[in-house]
């Protein structure tokens, strides 16, 4: 039984959004000291929308795919749908079972998106 799809092998290999934004308008990253992942989150709000999101970091191919899956998602939608990125989301967009070792891998981009203060307000 392969441990990643291909799905997140691709998104591993050829993350998307991938890199930084020169004046983001909203910053936040996240780390796991226990294997050294380390993830940073780029964004540039107008109005209510999501203009541009980027990541960057290091890390295993769970955290990098999760991030690289993340942020495609969140690419031009309203910043409600922040609040969407939920354990349970991220899980069911990877798409295959995880142990409790792995989990905080897979869910570093959580941890960083959640600590971004962004308001849904004009």
């Keep these: ?7 997140i092998l691709d998104h591993y290999r050829y993350p998307r959004n991938f ?9 936040s990253q996240a780390a796991n000291p226990f294997c050294g992942d380390e993830l940073a989150v780029y964004l540039m709000v107008s109005g209510s929308k ?7 970091g290091k890390g295993c191919a769970l955290s990098i795919a999760s991030a690289s899956m993340v942020t495609e998602f969140l690419k031009g939608k309203s910043v409600s749908y922040l609040k969407k ?3 349970d989301f991220i899980i069911k967009m990877l798409g295959i079972e995880i142990g409790p ?7 570093l981009i959580l941890e960083a998106v959640s600590r971004l203060k962004v308001s849904s307000n004009k």
């Design 1 to 7: 039984m392969n441990l990643y799809s291909e799905l």
């Design 19 to 27: 890199g930084r934004l020169d004046q983001p308008t909203h910053f």
């Design 50 to 56: 999501i203009q541009k999101i980027k990541f960057s």
């Design 85 to 87: 990125v939920t354990k």
């Design 101 to 107: 070792t792995r989990l905080k891998c897979a869910l």
